[in-house]
T-cell receptor, first 115, second 112 residues
Framework: KAGVTQTPRYLIKTRGQQVTLSCSPISGHRSVSWYQQTPGQGLQFLFE???????NKGNFPGRFSGRQFSNSRSEMNVSTLELGDSALYLCASNPRQGVFSDTQYFGPGTRLTVL | DAKTTQPNSMESNEEEPVHLPCNHS???????IHWYRQLPSQGPEYVIH???SNVNNRMASLAIAEDRKSSTLILHRATLRDAAVYYC?????????????FGKGTKLTVNP
């Protein structure tokens, strides 16, 4: 089975722009979660989608949003980018609903740099 | 608020056991303890998880203190491929939703 794929792998944006990141889960997995990883804050949970509905949400401002399609692929959008949004954005999939309800399979991440 | 505390770094020699500690003194009865590790330039990888009893799998063992305020990830024979950052994570149930509490991670160095 192919693993979790994320595109693009690297992205450079400027302050004020918006960005969309994509995540394709492992075939058959219906839950997709998104995480932000920075040197200062470490790993933080953004949100989880299951069956096209957001099921759990972390403590991030409304500029961070996501969606999930009927094929379980997910996108994450960040609007009005700030310098502090520079981070590695990871997505993970698992077969069941619920954050960490099952083994999370992580993708390699998208490295976002905001200038 | 729930919190996990891990040492910033640890060092081990190849083929020796490694004990990675995690303190989670504010854990409640329904909170699961998960361990993931992250190799350089990769996403995190599942290691093990547990609730109350000690757990074993092919990768590692998880020893949970009787009061559940701490746990220890045990790698029985460290190899060079085990060099990674190890994260202790709590899955916390809050009302009808779930929350994750991440430790800052322990960077494990394995010496040949």
């Amino acid at each position: 089975k192919a693993g979790v794929t994320q595109t693009p792998r690297y992205l450079i944006k400027t302050r004020g722009q918006q960005v969309t990141l994509s995540c394709s889960p492992i075939s058959g997995h219906r839950s997709v979660s998104w995480y932000q990883q920075t040197p200062g804050q470490g790993l933080q949970f953004l949100f989880e989608y299951f069956s096209e509905t957001q099921r759990n949400k972390g403590n991030f401002p409304g500029r961070f949003s996501g969606r999930q399609f009927s094929n379980s692929r997910s996108e994450m959008n960040v609007s009005t980018l700030e310098l502090g949004d520079s981070a590695l954005y990871l997505c993970a999939s698992n077969p069941r609903q619920g954050v960490f309800s099952d083994t999370q399979y992580f993708g390699p991440g998208t490295r976002l740099t905001v200038l | 608020d729930a919190k996990t505390t891990q040492p910033n770094s640890m060092e081990s020699n190849e083929e020796e056991p490694v004990h990675l500690p995690c303190n989670h003194s504010t854990i409640s009865g329904t909170d699961y303890i998960h361990w993931y590790r992250q190799l350089p330039s990769q996403g995190p990888e599942y290691v093990i998880h547990g609730l109350t009893s000690n757990v074993n799998n092919r990768m590692a063992s998880l020893a949970i203190a009787e009061d559940r305020k701490s746990s220890t990830l045990i790698l029985h024979r460290a190899t060079l491929r085990d060099a990674a950052v190890y994260y202790c994570i709590l899955r916390v149930r809050q009302g009808g939703s779930e929350k994750l509490v991440f430790g800052k991670g322990t960077k494990l160095t394995v010496n040949p």
